[in-house]
C-alpha cells in the first residue's frame, strides 16, 4: 500500500469553500458515534484521502498498537494507528462548498504539535470552518432522541449558527484541545457532541452516529446520504428494549430517566424541531421516514 505524504499534494486542485469534519478515536468517541460519523460520510461522499500524520511522532505504540491483517487470506498488511485527511468533491447542483474529513486517534503524545499540524493542513486546503464531532457517556435514556449539543470557539460564530460557548470544566480530550487552537489560529470552530447511553456503552451505536449527521445536514444544508443507517439505529433501540425487559433493574432505572426527561418537554418535541425535521423529510424527496 502506498504510504499518504504528510501535507496535501501542492497540485491538489483547489477546494471551494471548504468545511472540515474531525473525529477521533477514544476519550471523544463514546459508542464509536463520532468516528462512525466521519467513516460513514468518507463511503457516502467518495472520499479521497491525500494526507497521513507520521504516527511515530504522536503515539505510544504500546498503548495503541499497530495491527497485522490479512489481505486475501495471503498477504499480511500492517496498519499504523494515525490520523488521515481526505478530501470530498461535493456536486455543485447540491452545494457551493467542498469537505474536508479528517478521522484519527486521539494522540499520547505532543497534543499541541498534533493539533498545530492539522490546523497548518486546513490552512492549506483553505478550510473556513472546523467541526469537531464527538460522543460522551450520559443520563439519557435510550428511548428518546439523542441528545446533541453545539459549542462554538468564538463569539461570531456562535451568533451566526445559534450556538452557545461551553460552560463545561474539567478534564478534556483532543478535541477540546484543537477547538482551543483553532480560536487562537483565527480559525473558526464549532463542536457537536452527542450524548450515548452510558448503560449501553458498548460500540457502535448507530442512534448517535444519526444524531450528529443530522447536525451535519443542518449545518451544510444538504441531505447525507443514510443508508440502512435509520435502520440499524431503530435495531439497536430494539434490541435495548430487549436486553432492558430481561433486567428489571435496569428497566426500572430506564424508566426513572424517562421521568425525568417527559418527551413533551424534549427539544426535539418543539414546533421548530418538528418543522426542521420535516424539512429534511422533504429534501430527501420524501423517501426517508421524517424523526
Same mark, same amino acid.
Given at each position: 500500500?502506498?504510504?499518504?505524504?504528510?501535507?496535501?499534494?501542492a497540485?491538489? =486542485?483547489?477546494?471551494?469553500r471548504?468545511l472540515?469534519?474531525?473525529?477521533?478515536?477514544?476519550?471523544?468517541?463514546? #459508542?464509536?458515534?463520532?468516528?462512525?460519523?466521519?467513516?460513514?460520510?468518507?463511503?457516502?461522499?467518495d472520499a479521497?484521502?491525500?494526507?497521513?500524520?507520521?504516527? !511515530?511522532?504522536?503515539?505510544?505504540?504500546?498503548?495503541?498498537?499497530?495491527?497485522?491483517? *490479512?489481505?486475501d487470506?495471503?498477504?499480511?498488511r *500492517? +496498519?499504523?494507528p494515525?490520523?488521515k485527511?481526505?478530501?470530498?468533491?461535493?456536486?455543485?447542483?447540491?452545494? !457551493?462548498?467542498?469537505?474536508?474529513?479528517?478521522?484519527g486517534?486521539?494522540?499520547?503524545?505532543?497534543?499541541?504539535?498534533?493539533?498545530?499540524?492539522?490546523?497548518?493542513?486546513?490552512?492549506?486546503?483553505g @478550510?473556513?470552518?472546523?467541526?469537531?464531532?464527538?460522543?460522551?457517556?450520559a443520563d439519557s435514556?435510550?428511548?428518546?432522541?439523542?441528545?446533541?449539543?453545539?459549542?462554538?470557539?468564538?463569539?461570531? +460564530?456562535?451568533?451566526? *449558527?445559534?450556538?452557545?460557548?461551553?460552560?463545561?470544566e #474539567? =478534564?478534556?480530550?483532543i478535541? #477540546?484541545?484543537?477547538?482551543?487552537?483553532?480560536?487562537?489560529?483565527?480559525?473558526?470552530a464549532?463542536?457537536?457532541?452527542?450524548?450515548?447511553p452510558?448503560?449501553?456503552?458498548?460500540?457502535?451505536? =448507530?442512534?448517535?452516529?444519526?444524531?450528529?449527521?443530522r447536525?451535519?445536514?443542518?449545518?451544510?444544508?444538504? =441531505?447525507?446520504?443514510?443508508?440502512?443507517?435509520?435502520?440499524q439505529?431503530?435495531?439497536?433501540?430494539?434490541? @435495548?428494549?430487549?436486553l432492558?425487559?430481561? !433486567?428489571?433493574d435496569?428497566?426500572?432505572?430506564?424508566?426513572?430517566?424517562?421521568?425525568?426527561?417527559?418527551? +413533551?418537554?424534549?427539544?426535539?418535541?418543539?414546533?421548530?424541531a418538528?418543522?426542521?425535521?420535516?424539512?429534511?423529510?422533504?429534501?430527501?424527496?420524501?423517501?426517508e421516514?421524517?424523526?
Open positions: 500500500m502506498k504510504r499518504l505524504p504528510e501535507r496535501p499534494p497540485d491538489l =486542485p483547489p477546494l471551494r471548504p472540515l469534519i474531525a473525529a477521533f478515536e477514544g476519550w471523544n468517541d463514546a #459508542g464509536d458515534a463520532a468516528t462512525g460519523a466521519v467513516e460513514h460520510l468518507m463511503q457516502a461522499w479521497r484521502d491525500v494526507a497521513a500524520l507520521d504516527p !511515530d511522532s504522536y503515539y505510544d505504540f504500546q498503548m495503541n498498537r499497530p495491527v497485522v491483517s *490479512l489481505v487470506g495471503v498477504t499480511r *500492517l +496498519t499504523w494515525t490520523t485527511v481526505a478530501v470530498c468533491r461535493l456536486d455543485p447542483a447540491d452545494s !457551493d462548498r467542498d469537505v474536508v474529513l479528517l478521522r486517534v486521539e494522540p499520547n503524545m505532543r497534543w499541541r504539535g498534533f493539533s498545530e499540524e492539522l490546523i497548518a493542513i486546513a490552512q492549506q486546503l @478550510v473556513e470552518l472546523v467541526v469537531t464531532l464527538g460522543s460522551l457517556l435514556p435510550h428511548t428518546r432522541p439523542v441528545p446533541v449539543s453545539g459549542t462554538a470557539s468564538d463569539r461570531e +460564530t456562535m451568533e451566526a *449558527l445559534g450556538l452557545e460557548r461551553s460552560r463545561y #474539567g =478534564p478534556t480530550g478535541v #477540546g484541545v484543537l477547538q482551543d487552537l483553532c480560536a487562537t489560529a483565527g480559525l473558526p464549532i463542536s457537536f457532541w452527542a450524548a450515548v452510558h448503560y449501553v456503552a458498548s460500540p457502535p451505536c =448507530p442512534k448517535a452516529t444519526l444524531a450528529l449527521l447536525r451535519v445536514e443542518d449545518l451544510l444544508d444538504l =441531505p447525507v446520504p443514510l443508508g440502512d443507517l435509520p435502520e439505529a431503530r435495531v439497536w433501540e430494539r434490541s @435495548v428494549d430487549e432492558a425487559a430481561e !433486567d428489571s435496569v428497566a426500572e432505572y430506564i424508566a426513572s430517566l424517562e421521568e425525568r426527561e417527559p418527551e +413533551t418537554e424534549l427539544p426535539e418535541a418543539s414546533g421548530e418538528i418543522a426542521k425535521e420535516f424539512e429534511r423529510y422533504l429534501r430527501r424527496g420524501g423517501d421516514p421524517a424523526g
